[in-house]
């Protein structure tokens, strides 16, 4: 009997690690399905579930809003960067660093905005910005920091859309997070984009988390010649 009861118990087991197999597959599938957007193509038509600060003496003032993508990108010309994670440590100590100490220089150069993407909720993103040192925006109706904006991407609906999406479960445990890359999107359309990467197109479960064209300076040089060659305005 209690031969019989391990066997079945093994069987079990290894029923539910080949459906767990079966669901990551899956999901890996589906996020692979976008192919990574280029250079004259719109970016995803998704809404943002994001933060709105209101009048309150709670700690936490803020109430949910819906955000279409047209709110952030539409008749602008914003630099949009996005990374793998808040709090950790390229992310953190270069990269929103890199694009918050150059924030005006960048809107010089014929930039409205300058948004950081990450897959992650709206409260870790929040957090995130007040220990990086990002200085809040506490009017009524803000949605987030003076410089800089984070958007909490949190069901990766634009990342996947951005065909950006790949899967961290194994290598470190995140799940599904969004590759790194920037970008110049001018009223909804992609104007410029720098993937990380030799194949310039997410890497499943990647050892390596490349940081070579996504940054401040590579924007800068970007936007600097685009305003030689005319392609400035939006």
Request: hydrophobic fraction near 35%; proline fraction near 4%; aromatic fraction near 10%.
């Amino acid at each position: 009997h209690n031969i019989s009861t391990s066997i079945l118990i093994i069987h079990k087991d290894q029923h539910t690690m080949n459906l767990t197999s079966l669901a990551l597959c899956m999901m890996a599938s589906a996020t692979s399905a976008f192919s990574v957007i280029k250079a004259g193509q719109k970016v995803p038509d998704i809404t943002f579930n994001t933060r709105v600060r209101i009048e309150s003496d709670e700690e936490n003032p803020f109430d949910w809003l819906a955000r279409p993508t047209s709110d952030y990108f539409a008749k602008k010309r914003v630099v949009l960067f996005s990374l793998p994670g808040a709090f950790t440590p390229t992310c953190s100590s270069t990269h929103l660093p890199g694009y918050e100490n150059n924030y005006e220089k960048i809107k010089a150069l014929g930039v409205d905005e300058v948004y950081c993407l990450s897959v992650n909720d709206a409260f870790v993103m929040r957090q995130w910005g007040l220990a990086q040192g990002l200085t809040e925006d506490k009017t009524i109706g803000s949605l987030g920091f003076t410089q800089v904006k984070l958007i909490a991407d949190g069901a990766a609906e634009f990342t996947r859309g951005m065909g950006m999406s790949t899967q961290w479960d194994k290598e470190r445990g995140f799940g599904e997070r969004s590759w790194r890359y920037s970008a110049v999107i001018n009223n909804g359309e992609v104007e410029k984009i720098f993937v990380e990467g030799e194949t310039g197109a997410p890497v499943q479960n990647s050892g390596p988390d490349p940081f070579e064209v996504s940054d401040a300076d590579t924007m800068i040089e970007y936007l600097e010649s685009a305003i030689k060659t005319g392609r400035s305005q939006p």
